[in-house]
T-cell receptor
Framework: RKEVEQDPGPFNVPEGATVAFNCTYS??????FFWYRQDCRKEPKLLMS???SGNEDGRFTAQLNRASQYISLLIRDSKLSDSATYLC????????????FGKGTLLTVNP | GAVVSQHPSWVICKSGTSVKIECRSL??????MFWYRQFPKQSLMLMAT?????????EQGVEKDKFLINHASLTLSTLTVTSAHPEDSSFYIC???????????FGPGTRLTVL
């Protein structure tokens, strides 16, 4: 089983649509969770951290379920500029902390 | 926000040559830096963790003699791909961990093409 597994995608949606990304992780000792976005041929950029209580940042809502080791990202009212690859990222390791990346899900928002 | 730079941003070299990539944290000190590699349509794969003043920790399957890492100061880590071959062609990305905020910031990446 992969350490971090995401929807394979790609997703093609019209502007204004709501999009949901799903992710599962295998290491139950993981301690931090993130969603990054990566544009074509660019480095990943942090979109938001994910907390157990769930958190929202404008049109973006992230949820974490530690019991089922599941992370989600919801984008409401999608914009053309949301087109990118969304990466589910899990941090673990304590003193040897490292990030493990999912393969990413490509989103294309169409006019 | 914090900035991490990488140099060069792209490089093309002949098979058998060595290539050095620099990663700098520009406005914070980073005791730990990370080197990743990303092949097309694949996820970022951690190659090694670079600790200032000590030896790097390599992930399983990454040859330490081929990918030399030096982290001589709190703001600079270098990755040298020795005797590069076409299969080493990839997007190499570093990240630096801000010791104060415990946040990781990514460099813009270096695209290596080995002919």
């Amino acid at each position: 089983r992969k350490e971090v597994e995401q929807d394979p995608g790609p997703f093609n949606v019209p502007e204004g649509a709501t999009v949901a990304f799903n992710c599962t992780y295998s290491n139950s000792a993981s301690q931090s969770f993130f969603w990054y976005r990566q544009d074509c041929r660019k480095e990943p950029k942090l979109l938001m951290s994910v907390y157990s209580s769930g958190n929202e940042d404008g049109r973006f809502t992230a949820q974490l379920n530690r019991a089922s080791q599941y992370i989600s990202l919801l984008i409401r009212d999608s914009k053309l500029s949301d087109s990118a690859t969304y990466l589910c990222v899990v941090g673990s390791g304590g003193s040897n902390y490292k990030l493990t990346f999912g393969k990413g899900t490509l989103l294309t928002v169409n006019p | 926000g914090a900035v991490v730079s990488q140099h060069p941003s792209w490089v093309i070299c002949k098979s058998g040559t060595s290539v050095k990539i620099e990663c700098r944290s520009l406005d914070f000190q980073a005791t730990t830096m990370f080197w990743y590699r990303q092949f097309p349509k694949q996820s970022l794969m951690l190659m090694a963790t670079s600790n200032e003043g000590s030896k790097a920790t390599y992930e399983q399957g990454v040859e330490k003699d081929k990918f030399l890492i030096n982290h001589a100061s709190l703001t600079l880590s270098t990755l040298t791909v020795t005797s590069a071959h076409p299969e080493d062609s990839s997007f190499y990305i570093c990240s630096a961990r801000d010791s104060l905020s415990d946040t990781q910031y990514f460099g813009p990446g270096t695209r290596l093409t080995v002919l």
